[in-house]
């Protein structure tokens, strides 16, 4: 099937660290991205990670891919109020002649950051 | 210099009715897509244009017929709109090769009455 899983919900303090987790169904997705979503607006992109690598840091975030599992992670240093938000992996499948490929989200992940 | 625009941002309409969405991209992006979020906020895709070409259609009902008059534009026109056509949709474009890393408008909340 094509379900990426995300547990919904996620609460954490202030200045704690975050991890999001997800897991995805394609092992021939050759990206994976992360994306946020804050109320009543777009998703942004985060970062993103190419299948061959098992880890990626970008200032506060750390990507981590176990791709024997199909195991995701997002990983936020230092929370803060303003990452208060819906966070969506997604995987990709299938290239259309390199045009395009389609992303598969997960169902999402609420991020709650108490002051 | 919005990268990826829509309008309108919010369209209230009556059961039966038919609306467009208008999307546009000045990233210089070859390929565009459609997304609907539900309640529940589960996106999928609908469908992706590149070139002007119809590349992904997912399964749609064909009331909803997308039109792409150049890369830098892709319309939504939806006919005979049911309730279960609520949703936000989202428009995306894509830079491609080789990470197809995708852009998103801000949404069009789509309410049926």
């Known amino acids: 099937g094509e379900d990426v899983e995300q547990s919904l919900f996620l609460s954490v303090r202030e200045g704690d660290s975050s991890v999001i987790n997800c897991t995805y169904t394609?092992?021939?997705?050759?990206?994976l991205y992360w994306y946020k979503q804050e109320p009543g607006a777009g998703l942004q992109l985060l970062t993103y990670i190419f299948s061959n690598m098992d880890m990626k840091q970008d200032q506060r975030l750390t990507v981590l891919l176990n791709k024997k599992d199909k195991h995701l992670s997002l990983r936020i240093a230092d929370t803060q109020t303003g990452d208060s938000a819906i966070y969506f992996c997604a995987e990709s499948t299938m290239n259309y002649g390199g045009a395009t490929n389609k992303l598969i989200f997960g169902t999402g992940t609420l991020l709650a950051v108490q002051p | 210099d919005t990268a990826v625009s829509q309008t309108p941002k919010y369209l209230v309409t009556q059961m039966g009715n038919d609306k467009s969405i208008k999307c546009e991209q000045n990233l210089g992006h070859d390929t565009m897509y459609w997304y609907k979020q539900d309640s529940k906020k589960f996106l999928k895709i609908m469908f992706s244009?590149?070139?002007?070409?119809?590349?992904i259609n997912e399964t749609v009902p064909n009331r909803f017929s997308p039109k792409s008059p150049d890369k830098a534009h892709l319309n939504l026109h939806i006919n005979s709109l049911e309730l279960g056509d609520s949703a936000v949709y989202f428009c995306?474009?894509?830079?491609?090769?080789?990470?197809?890393?995708?852009?998103f408008g801000p949404g069009t909340r789509l309410t049926v009455t």
């Open positions: 995306a474009s894509s830079q491609g090769h080789p990470t197809y890393e995708q852009y």
């Open positions: 244009y590149n070139n002007k070409e119809l590349i």
């Open positions: 394609d092992s021939s997705s050759t990206y």
